[in-house]
């Protein structure tokens, strides 16, 4: 008795959301309005430094190598993250 009860309370308070969805907005919100007070949210994109440039291509020389690998059945169970540590790890070694 007390779940029934609790299902037609949670129902009865739902209802108004779900028939009405909520799509229109509210009418007490103003209108936004940008002014050159507010600060710049949005920050440029710095150049990528030459260490981010080589990691870059270390990763995609080494998704490469995944994709053929996993095509010729050849990744001995490892998974892609586990590859990618081992190869990035050889080739930074390796030069």
């Given at each position: 008795?007390?779940l029934?009860?609790?299902?037609?309370?949670?129902?009865?308070?739902?209802?108004?959301?779900?028939?009405?969805?909520?799509t229109a907005?509210?009418?007490?919100?103003?209108?936004?309005?940008?002014?050159?007070?507010?600060?710049?949210?949005?920050?440029?994109?710095?150049?990528?430094?030459?260490?981010?440039?080589?990691?870059?291509e270390?990763?995609?020389?080494?998704?490469?190598?995944?994709?053929?690998?996993?095509?010729?059945?050849?990744?001995?169970?490892?998974?892609?993250?586990?590859?990618?540590?081992?190869?990035?790890?050889?080739?930074?070694?390796?030069?």
């Amino acid at each position: 008795m007390r779940l029934a009860r609790l299902c037609l309370v949670i129902l009865l308070t739902t209802m108004p959301r779900i028939v009405y969805g909520q799509t229109a907005k509210p009418a007490n919100d103003p209108p936004k309005v940008e002014s050159a007070a507010q600060p710049e949210t949005k920050k440029a994109n710095k150049p990528r430094s030459e260490a981010q440039k080589k990691s870059d291509e270390r990763m995609r020389a080494c998704g490469r190598e995944w994709r053929v690998a996993k095509a010729a059945n050849k990744t001995n169970g490892q998974t892609w993250r586990q590859y990618s540590l081992d190869c990035r790890k050889r080739k930074k070694a390796g030069g």
